[in-house]
């Protein structure tokens, strides 16, 4: 397609996809808002497809013999192969668990093949002195417009049946790690914020906002280190601090050495050996860091999927969202922050992670309690969040709020903090208590 480059293409997976079809009745559903004929590279494939398709339309069963006969109706024995190469895509199958991942490859690879297409020809196009500006502009909006279609799916919906499954699978899941004492979600580290949210769950988009110096960076940085614990991957994205100076305030917090003794080297013996031990346990996290400054919306998302394929992102931080770079430089703030959340709102649902974003508060909660209305820069934060937390500090007390929670409590919660060692926990002495949902405008639950 281009200076003899092969195009980019995953037989392994199609094959993977067309032999799952054969032998998961269910399988058709599952992947039909993700591929069509024209998802495969393989001109074979292209035909069992097909052949396959005909079979749905007529209302017949999908299976190796049934394909066999469709294929030998529609005259393309032969130029698949003959009917070895159908039985070979259904014997190396183990299990269909995975076919939804492959369908994705799939996806993925078709709309990098239709990328470079479009490339090659508005490079044509641009090249001709004759072309109208305009009209390519026009052409290529369109045209990308297709392929954002193919990368968000052709589902139409889901039937009230696969809902109620999936519901029900979720229920169990959640029943089972109650059992187990774990929270449905991934530990937030704290039991009364597990009780109140169920923990990080996918899909949920979480804002931890507060006025500047109150420790949400640390905050967010215990809420990491107990995901990891927990057998989480951990993406963190510090874009206010260096990797080096965040893994400082974990080394105070693991190890209980002042954080202005380790800032400034200030540091003796015992200091050296305590630090040294706790960084066997440190060691052991699974946490990958990224502080690239310039960092936007879109290379998180990049990394993300690239990170979850490889099974290396159960939960992304952001510290803080408002220091991502915009993608339209043009619009205003409260539109460039109203995209960036909603983008990370779109990201924890496709890719099924939950997303913790931490957020600056306007200059109205600098006393007292914050409210929703503190939220600065824009509405939309409001909006896209499933929960939102504001940490605060009154009388030497260190509160978590949390002031939406669709899916479970609002109210306050008391948390131990030293702020010298970037420790958090539950308070030593606390009598446990569900917080009460607090006679207030802020949130209503479900």
């Not at 958090?424 to 639950?445: C, G, M, R, T």
Request: with cysteine; aromatic share 6%.
């Amino acid at each position: 397609m281009n200076e003899g480059r092969v195009p980019p293409q995953a037989l392994d997976a199609e094959r993977a996809v067309l032999g799952s079809l054969m032998l998961d009745s269910e399988a058709w559903v599952k992947i039909t808002h993700l591929v069509n004929e024209d998802s495969f590279y393989d001109h074979r494939n292209v035909e069992i497809f097909r052949a396959i398709s005909s079979l749905v339309k007529r209302n017949m069963p999908i299976d190796l013999l049934m394909v066999s006969k469709a294929l030998r109706e529609m005259g393309k024995v032969e130029e698949i192969g003959g009917f070895l190469y159908v039985t070979e895509l259904t014997s190396n199958i183990g299990t269909t668990t995975n076919l939804e991942f492959y369908a994705r490859i799939v996806q993925q690879k078709f709309i990098q093949r239709e990328l470079i297409k479009i490339s090659l020809g508005v490079m044509e196009q641009a090249y001709d002195e004759s072309s109208d500006i305009e009209e390519i502009l026009n052409e290529l909006k369109v045209k990308i417009g297709v392929i954002d279609d193919y990368s968000v799916g052709q589902s139409t919906g889901k039937s009230q049946i696969s809902v109620i499954q999936n519901t029900i699978k979720e229920m169990e899941n959640d029943c089972e790690e109650y059992r187990k004492g774990n929270s449905a979600g991934i530990t937030t580290g704290f039991k009364e914020l597990n009780f109140s949210t169920g923990g990080w769950r996918k899909t949920n988009f979480i804002l931890v906002a507060s006025r500047p110096a109150i420790g949400k960076t640390s905050l967010a940085l215990h809420f990491a280190k107990m995901a990891s614990r927990s057998g989480a991957w951990v993406n963190f994205y510090g874009l206010e601090m260096g990797a080096e100076d965040l893994m400082r305030i974990q080394i105070s917090g693991e190890s209980e050495v002042n954080r202005t003794a380790i800032r400034d080297g200030h540091l003796n013996d015992d200091d050296w050996d305590t630090i040294n031990r706790s960084l066997t346990t440190l060691e052991k996290h699974s946490i990958i860091w990224n502080d690239d400054a310039n960092m936007t919306v879109n290379l998180i998302k990049a990394m993300t999927t690239k990170n979850r394929r490889k099974g290396r992102c159960d939960l992304v931080i952001i510290d803080y969202l408002q220091l991502l770079t915009p993608t339209d430089k043009r619009a205003n703030r409260e539109q460039q922050v109203g995209e960036m959340s909603r983008s990370l709102k779109k990201l924890a649902l496709s890719e099924k992670i939950p997303i913790i974003a931490l957020a600056q508060l306007n200059r109205d909660a600098d006393t007292g309690k914050p409210h929703l209305s503190h939220l600065r820069e824009s509405g939309s934060l409001e909006q896209d969040a499933d929960i939102v937390i504001f940490p605060w500090v009154e009388d030497e007390a260190y509160n978590l709020t949390i002031a939406k929670n669709r899916r479970g409590r609002v109210g306050t919660i008391e948390i131990a903090h030293n702020e010298q060692m970037t420790r958090f926990s539950d308070l030593p002495a606390q009598i446990y208590k569900h917080p009460v949902k607090e006679s207030q405008n802020d949130s209503q639950p479900f």
